[in-house]
Structures are given as C-alpha cells and as structure tokens.
C-alpha cells in the first residue's frame, strides 16, 4: 500500500510554544489529508480535513487558531499547535486519501506523540 | 455517546477463532472498516465492508454486517500470536475519499500461548 510518513515521531515541548507536525504521502499525491487526535485508551478523533490549496474544514470543538493547519502540496500537510499547553499532550494521526469519489482508502501515518510540560 | 462502541480487550488461545465486536449509530454509514494498529506503527487497513454486504472474507478474516441491529464483527481464524494487536472499528458515510472516519476505542487482542 501507499505510505504516510510523519515528523517528527515524538516531541517534548515547554507550554506556551508552538510545536510543526508534518505529514507526507511518500508515493502518491495526496488530494484529500485527515488530521485526528487519540488519548490514551481513547479512540482517534477526527480533527480536520484538509484539501490541497484550501482552508481546512475543522470538526466541532477544535479550535482553528490553535490548530493551524496547512496543505500547499499534493504531498505535504503540516499541523500546527500554536501555544501549547499540557491539555495538549497527546497522540496526533493523520492520513492521506489520492481521491474524493468512490471508494479510496485512508492510508495512515504513524503518529506523532506529543508531550507538553 | 459514543457513535461507535467495542470492547476494550478481547483474550484468546493461540490457534483459536477471534470474534472482536463492533456497534455504531450511525445508520447513513456507508463503509465500515476494521484496522489493525501495532505498537510504533501506523493504523493498518484491514478490510473493509459496503454498508449492501452482508459478509465478507478474506483469508482468515471474515467481517459480518447485521445493518438491522447496527453490528459489525471480525472473525480471525486460527489467531496466531502475530495478530497480537489493537483492532479498530470505523464507519463512514462516503469511500473515505472525501469524509474523516469515526472510530471505536479499539479492541486490544491479546493471544494467549
């Protein structure tokens, strides 16, 4: 299958910085990437949608001044958590999908683990 | 309330069958889906079933639809230790293309030797 890489795979942070997550689709582009959010002994959480060259559509209850989130390729989807702070801390996911009709599978990242001190 | 719910932890004996359980709520889910996560590693696709499907198998998996009661199951056969794993459950209205997916809190199998 495609590949979805991450970086980094974890980061430590002090509250009050601001922390890039990057996402790429290695082998395929990438029209359509999902940003999700897990705690632990939670499930994902689908954060945003983001489609290459517009904004971000984010789901209820995500913040979308915290979460800045950026797909200027068909291979490159950056999420920014601007200000962070402890709440913060957690297990960010994404995936990539080459298209938006019928059927075309989500090809995940694996993750980047966040901790906010 | 959750919009799909699972088991946290399902034990069985290695070379035994595996039934890992799924509900959900959303009756305009079109695809529902079960991956497979290992530690350190991305979220695997495991199969997946069209909301008009009753079954489907592939290999040792088998994944049964009841559409009425909002059920969705996986069946490994012959479970090895190589399945040891967190199995997720997700529903989506769309093939993934255009819509995010709604997962469960994920069945940790755990096989026992």
């Known amino acids: 299958g495609a590949v979805v890489s991450q970086h980094p795979s974890w980061v430590i942070c002090k509250s009050g910085t601001s922390v890039k997550i990057e996402c790429r689709s290695l082998d395929f582009q990438a029209t359509t990437m999902f940003w999700y959010r897990q705690f632990p002994k939670q499930s994902l959480m689908l954060m945003a949608t983001s489609n290459e060259g517009s904004k971000a559509t984010y789901e209820q209850g995500v913040e979308k001044d915290k979460f800045l989130i950026n797909h200027a390729s068909l291979t490159l989807s950056t999420l920014t958590v601007t200000s962070a702070h402890p709440e913060d801390s957690s297990f960010y996911i994404c995936?990539?999908?080459?298209?938006?009709?019928?059927?075309?599978?989500?090809?995940f990242g694996p993750g980047t683990r966040l901790t906010v001190l | 309330g959750e919009d799909v719910e699972q088991s946290l932890f399902l034990s069985v004996r290695e070379g035994d069958s595996s039934v890992i359980n799924c509900t959900y709520t959303d009756s305009s889910s079109t695809y529902l889906y079960w991956y497979k996560q290992e530690p350190g590693a991305g979220l695997q696709l495991l199969t997946y079933i069209f909301s008009n499907m009753d079954m489907k198998q592939d290999q040792r998996l088998t994944v049964l639809l009841n559409k009425k009661d909002k059920h969705l199951s996986l069946r490994i056969a012959d479970t090895q230790t190589g399945d040891s794993a967190i199995y997720f459950c997700?529903?989506?209205?769309?093939?993934?293309?255009?819509?995010?997916?709604?997962f469960g809190k994920g069945t940790h199998l755990i096989i026992q030797p």
């Open positions: 995936s990539a999908t080459g298209g938006t009709s019928g059927y075309n599978e989500q090809f």
């Open positions: 997700a529903e989506a209205y769309s093939g993934g293309g255009a819509d995010g997916l709604t």
